[in-house]
């Protein structure tokens, strides 16, 4: 059965950091792209960005361009975003999913391109 947990999240003060790790179980994650999605309260889900198979493509959303870095490690079946600067605004319950790509080089912003994902871990940016 195709699993995908996140963790990691927590209450970190402005200007902090958090590493999110998303853990695959029943499946590879080295065949999959992996998109990292945030929902803020009141607000619709969003992007924050993507890497691919191969993790040579990563793209982020514009607001954590800089701030934000994903990676993967296959060997251990997980994606992870560190995450720095942090701001008040990142508050959001953060989500990983994932998607059979058409290559090893793409990766997607658009959340109806994965097609499982995680229950999500709760962040919060606050002094």
């Known amino acids: 059965q195709l699993q995908l947990v996140e963790s990691g999240g927590g209450l970190v003060q402005p200007g902090g950091s958090l590493r999110l790790s998303c853990a695959a179980s029943g499946f590879l994650i080295d065949y999959y792209s992996v998109g990292w999605f945030r929902q803020a309260p009141g607000k619709e889900r969003e992007g924050v960005g993507c890497t691919s198979t191969s993790g040579e493509t990563t793209k982020y959303t514009d607001s954590v361009e800089g701030r934000f870095t994903i990676s993967r490690d296959n060997a251990r079946n997980r994606v992870y975003l560190q995450m720095s600067d942090l701001k008040p605004e990142d508050t959001a319950i953060y989500y990983c999913?994932?998607?059979?790509?058409?290559?090893?080089?793409?990766?997607?912003?658009?959340?109806?391109?994965?097609?499982?994902w995680g229950q999500g871990t709760q962040v919060t940016v606050s002094s």
């Open positions: 999913a994932v998607s059979r790509p058409g290559s090893r080089y793409e990766c997607y912003d658009s959340a109806s391109k994965y097609t499982s």
